[in-house]
Each structure stands twice: as C-alpha cells, then as structure tokens.
C-alpha cells in the first residue's frame, strides 16, 4: 500500500529551524542533516507500522546521527502519514 506524506506547519518549521542552524554551523552540514531526514521519511513510507505506538496513536523514529526524534501518525482511511514534529531531544518542549 502506498502511504503519503504530510508535514504539520509545526514540523516543517521545526525542520527548517534545525535545517537553517546546521547550516550556520558548517556549509553543507544543513545538506547532511535534511538528507539524513528525508532517509528516515523514506523508511516511514516503506513501513510506517513499524514503530509503537508511544501516545495518542503517535509512532517516533529517532534519527541516528542527529539529536531528533520524527513524531508521525497514520491516517489509514486516506493512507498519509502526518509528521506532527521533528523534534530536537535536547530541548525542553514545554519551551517551544
């Protein structure tokens, strides 16, 4: 079954932030980081059931070589796939 994709205003600021902060960091790291993102989208794609369930019918995935975490949920009767965040594990989200 083919699933589609869908980011909340949320996520993609989110994405956009860290995208713009590795960047300022090293150039081309911003490059490294949104491949790295998009990698573990692709895998969501392929098996979104893969990971639990952890809250509120949300499913995570943490990325390996970055300090984020991919919040998602599925929508079966349409079969998108909304990343409701992606999220940095360092910072407070009662910050945000």
Partial sequence: MKFYLQLTPKAKNEFLEAY??????????????????????????????????????????VLKKYPFVIVYRIDE???TIYVASIFHTKRNPKLK
Avoid: A, M
């Avoid at 969501?44 to 893969?50: T, V």
């Fill in 77 to 79: 009767q349409t079969n």
């Fill in 20 to 61: 713009d902060w590795y960047e300022k960091q090293k150039y081309g790291l911003g490059d490294t980081f949104k491949k790295d993102v998009y990698n573990f989208i692709s895998i969501i794609l392929e098996n979104p059931k893969h990971y639990p369930i952890k809250d509120k019918q949300l499913r995570e995935i």
